[in-house]
């Protein structure tokens, strides 16, 4: 298990990325954060992006089942950039979320998205 | 009016070192200005939430969620210079600007969903019937409808939980803004749990909703009242003013006999209380289907 700056580093070591940040999205907290924060700083990141994450969460649109869907991530593809939220939900109560930000020239999405979910789960011991 | 975060403030600049008492509302702890720990009875402790996301993440959630009440506590604190908090969980380094700024934020954030300050601190009461055919709800938002027993505050609910009491405050609000619990004003209970902060809160909601009854602020009820019923109007359709009265009235009577519509907003408060004193038992009135008679009056027209 390793602690919540050394995932961060670790996330930041993802080619490409830009700027990661650790939200608690039951109440929109930046939990921490690394790398840039020159256009949001971390509380409003984490505010902004608990919102997307909130509004996915209540539509049914964005669902594939009856029920509800459990979502894993959600990705937005700008042309500079790619954001990336990552859900950890399983198995723990409340609602963890990575932001991480990536340069769209140096970054690989399919790397990303895997590297982020072996950290998430390695943070959370599991 | 909170005084803690003046009394914060300075003791940042002043770089101190010790615990900050606010009444009975809780405390924080501090380390070369630098806030460290915070505990309040009305949120859960560290070890008491659910989940297992990490010891260090636990203790700052629950560090920004027990900070709500300090900062929003009227109590004069009381510094003790060197003294500690006796608390098991690792100590988390926060920024006073930061802990102020979260503080704000969620206020906001929770006036935003549904202006509604009652629902703070009052028992969460789930409707008895929707009218809806289906409803999303988070995960928490379920927890929440399920152990609600019409008893419990969401500072109850969030105990009972092992939840963040933000987060289940935050609910609340939602649940409400979706028309699936209550958000009638009802009398002050007399013996309010507590003492504290809740029986407080009830007593200044209680005065407000006097000094709207009294007609003292005639302005901001209308306003306050026109925002209730725009909001419901989302949610399920509610009977309100001329225009959607005569529509019905054009189709089938929306109800028994000499029964007229719903409550205004503003006037829940009187309206049932007094049905009730009367002594007659008036079936609660529930609101028309105004999709059904629309239905009902299109199919009526082409008949004639």
């Known amino acids: 298990m390793i ?10 070591a993802i080619p490409g990325a830009q700027g990661v940040t650790l939200i608690d999205c039951a109440s929109g907290l930046a939990v921490a954060a690394a790398g840039r924060e020159d256009l949001v700083d ?4 984490a505010a902004g992006s608990t919102d997307v994450v909130r509004a996915v969460l209540a539509s049914p649109a964005l669902s594939a089942t009856r029920t509800g869907d459990d979502i894993q991530e959600i990705i937005i ?4 950039g790619y954001h990336l939220l990552a859900l950890l939900n399983e198995d723990i109560d409340g609602l963890l979320c990575v932001h991480l930000w990536l340069d769209r020239d140096k970054g690989n999405l399919a790397l990303a998205r895997m590297s982020v979910q072996y950290l998430m789960r390695e943070m959370v011991g599991q | 009016m909170p005084t803690s975060i003046p009394r914060l403030r300075l003791l940042e600049r002043d770089h101190a070192s010790g615990v900050l008492q606010v009444g009975e509302d809780g405390a924080l702890e501090l380390a070369n200005g630098i806030v460290t ?17 990490g010891p260090e993440m636990l203790a700052l959630i629950a560090v920004v969620d027990a900070a709500y009440f300090l900062l929003a506590s009227p109590a004069e604190p009381r510094f003790r210079s060197g003294d500690r908090l006796a608390l098991p969980m690792p100590p988390c380094e926060l920024t006073v600007s930061t802990l102020v700024h979260e503080y704000e934020r969620r206020r906001t954030l929770l006036s935003s969903r549904w202006p509604h300050g009652r629902l703070d601190h009052a028992p969460v009461v789930p409707v008895r019937r929707l009218r809806r055919q289906r409803v999303i709800l988070t995960g928490l938002e379920a927890e929440i409808l399920l152990n609600a027993d019409e008893r419990r505050t969401p500072v109850d609910l969030a105990h009972h939980l092992g939840r963040p009491v933000f987060a289940c405050l935050l609910a609340v609000h939602d649940l409400a803004a979706a028309g699936l619990v209550e958000t009638r004003p009802e009398a002050v209970p007399a013996g309010a749990p507590g003492g504290t902060y809740e029986a407080r809160a009830l ?3 209680a005065s407000v909703a006097a000094g709207h009854a009294a007609g003292v602020t005639a302005t901001t009820r209308t306003v306050a009242a026109g925002a209730v019923v725009a909001g419901a109007a989302t949610t399920r359709p509610v009977m309100t003013g001329a225009g959607t009265t005569g529509a019905a009235t054009g189709a089938e009577p929306a109800g028994p006999p000499g029964q007229t519509g719903p409550p205004a907003a503003g006037e829940g408060l009187d309206e049932l209380p007094t049905r009730r004193r009367r002594g007659v038992e008036v079936p609660e009135w529930e609101p028309p289907d105004l999709a059904l008679l ?3 009056r299109t199919a009526l027209e082409e008949l004639t």
């Open chain 2, 203 to 205: 007593r200044e909601a």
């Open chain 1, 77 to 80: 593809c700008g042309a500079s």
């Open chain 1, 42 to 45: 971390q509380h409003e990141d």
């Open chain 2, 37 to 53: 720990h915070a505990e309040s009875p009305y949120a859960p402790a560290p070890q008491r939430l659910a989940g297992s996301p």
């Open chain 1, 3 to 12: 602690g919540i700056d050394g995932c961060l580093a670790r996330m930041m």
């Open chain 2, 294 to 296: 629309g239905r009902l």
